[in-house]
Nanobody
C-alpha cells in the first residue's frame, strides 16, 4: 500500500486547511486509516482516524476543530483542519493498517504562523 499526502501549506492563525491522503489500494479493504502528526522536537501524536466502516474517531485534544472523512470512490481520506494555531505546526502523516502491517505516507508540512 502506498500513501501520498498532499495539501500542506503555510497559513495564518485561525486559518483552515484540508489535507488529502491518496491510497494505492482500495481504502475499503483497509482496517483503519489515520492521521498522525509530529511537531518539531516532539514525538508523533495521533490526530484521529476512520474505520473501514466509515466511522471517524479523534484524539481528545482535537476538540471539534478537525474532521476526518473519506471518498471511497477515489480511495482518499481527508483531514479538514479549522482554527489552526501555531501549536498545530507539524508534519502530518497518513497511516493505514491492515493487521498486522502498518503503512505510512511521507508526510506533508503544515506551518501556522503570523
Amino acid at each position: 500500500v502506498q500513501l501520498v499526502e498532499s495539501g500542506g501549506a503555510s497559513v495564518q492563525p485561525g486559518g483552515s486547511l484540508t489535507l488529502s491522503c491518496s491510497s494505492s489500494e482500495s481504502i475499503s479493504g483497509l482496517n483503519h486509516m489515520g492521521w498522525i502528526r509530529q511537531a518539531p522536537g516532539k514525538q508523533r501524536e495521533l490526530v484521529g482516524g476512520i474505520t473501514n466502516g466509515g466511522l471517524p474517531n479523534y484524539a481528545d485534544w482535537v476538540k471539534g476543530r478537525f474532521t476526518i472523512s473519506r471518498d471511497s470512490a477515489n480511495d482518499t481520506v481527508y483531514l479538514r483542519m479549522n482554527n489552526l494555531q501555531p501549536e498545530d505546526t507539524a508534519v502530518y502523516y497518513c497511516r493505514a493498517i491492515i493487521p498486522p502491517r502498518v503503512y505510512w505516507g511521507h508526510g506533508t508540512q503544515v506551518t501556522v504562523s503570523s
